[in-house]
């Protein structure tokens, strides 16, 4: 295990886990508000390293109060194993850990992790918001229950899920929610899908929209597309392609 400073470190690291994701995972270690004064980031370090000096992998301290850990840990030890031991060696409640299997994309969004940055001088963003908050969220915006129903079940474990029946009110939703991803329909009462699609990326250029709709022509799947969405569902839909779109969400770990 190697303690790295520099982002570029880190980057370069990664093409290299792409022919044995499945043995690695991400851990990701935070001081919380409740940490000790005299224990900051550079000593958390220390101690976790400690831990898995013999183990392969690297150690990123991203910033004063974050760490991001890729530890090659095998496909056949409890993951869990990792969290108890960080935990036994921090004094207790200091820091807040979670721990993600890797996939493609999953590499994808360490990236992004590790090079956002805010400019200076600027308002806190929606995209500050998703890539620092450790909650996924999903606005969920479709009139019919049965597949709002569907899609909370698909979603259960993955994300805290915001639902709106109404076009008129998913921008607001939006604001207040700011979600990592949002399914939307493009029938519903009030504004349609697509009208509602041009308001969320007026105001977040970034946002992360899936198109719902029972309509599937091509006609419609490439309209939505070529207008920013990010993909295509057709209604109904079953859990593994709702979560096909999940995974390719940047911010959801």
Same mark, same amino acid.
């Given at each position: 295990?190697e303690?790295?400073?520099?982002?570029q470190d880190?980057?370069?690291?990664?093409p290299?886990? !792409?022919?044995?994701l499945l043995?690695?995972q991400?851990?990701?270690i =935070?001081?919380t508000k409740?940490s000790?004064a005299?224990?900051?980031?550079n =000593?958390?370090?220390?101690?976790?390293?400690?831990?898995?000096k013999?183990?392969e992998g690297k150690?990123y301290?991203c910033?004063?109060?974050e760490?991001? &850990?890729?530890?090659?840990w095998?496909q056949?030890?409890p993951?869990?194993e990792?969290?108890?031991s960080?935990? !036994?060696?921090l004094?207790?409640?200091?820091?807040?850990?979670?721990?993600?299997?890797?996939t493609?994309?999953g590499?994808a969004?360490?990236e992004?992790?590790?090079?956002y940055?805010?400019?200076?001088?600027t308002?806190?963003?929606?995209?500050d *918001?998703?890539i *620092?908050?450790k909650?996924n969220v999903?606005?969920?915006?479709d009139?019919? &229950?049965?597949i709002?129903?569907l899609?909370?079940?698909g979603l259960?474990?993955?994300?805290?899920?915001?639902?709106?029946?109404?076009?008129?009110?998913i921008?607001?939703?939006y !604001?207040?929610?700011?979600?990592d991803?949002?399914?939307?329909?493009i029938h519903?009462p009030?504004?349609?899908g *697509?009208?509602?699609l041009h308001?969320?990326?007026?105001?977040d250029?970034q946002?992360?929209?899936? &198109?719902?709709?029972?309509?599937s022509?091509v006609?419609?799947i490439?309209? *939505?597309?070529?207008?920013?969405?990010?993909?295509f569902l057709?209604k109904?839909f079953?859990?593994?392609k709702?979560?096909?779109f999940?995974?390719?969400?940047?911010?959801?770990t």
């Open positions: 295990m303690i790295l400073y520099q982002k880190m980057l370069d690291f990664l290299r886990l !792409k022919s044995s043995e690695w991400l851990v990701e =935070r001081l409740d000790d005299f224990l900051n980031i =000593r958390v370090a220390e101690l976790v390293h400690a831990l898995f013999d183990k150690l301290i910033n004063d109060h760490i991001l &850990m890729l530890i090659r095998g056949n030890i993951s869990t990792i969290t108890d960080i935990k !036994k060696k004094p207790e409640g200091s820091c807040a850990v979670h721990i993600h299997p890797l493609s994309d590499l969004k360490i992004l992790l590790i090079t940055k805010r400019p200076q001088g308002s806190l963003s929606f995209a *918001t998703r *620092t908050r909650e999903i606005l969920l915006a009139d019919d &229950m049965y709002r129903t899609a909370k079940k259960t474990g993955k994300a805290t899920v915001h639902e709106v029946e109404n076009g008129n009110e921008l607001a939703a !604001k207040k929610y700011e979600p991803m949002v399914f939307l329909d519903m009030g504004k349609d *697509t009208e509602v308001d969320i990326l007026a105001s250029p946002a992360y929209v899936v &198109m719902l709709s029972a309509d022509s006609e419609n490439g309209y *939505t597309l070529h207008e920013g969405a990010k993909g057709t109904p079953n859990k593994e709702l979560l096909e999940v995974h390719k969400c940047p911010t959801i």
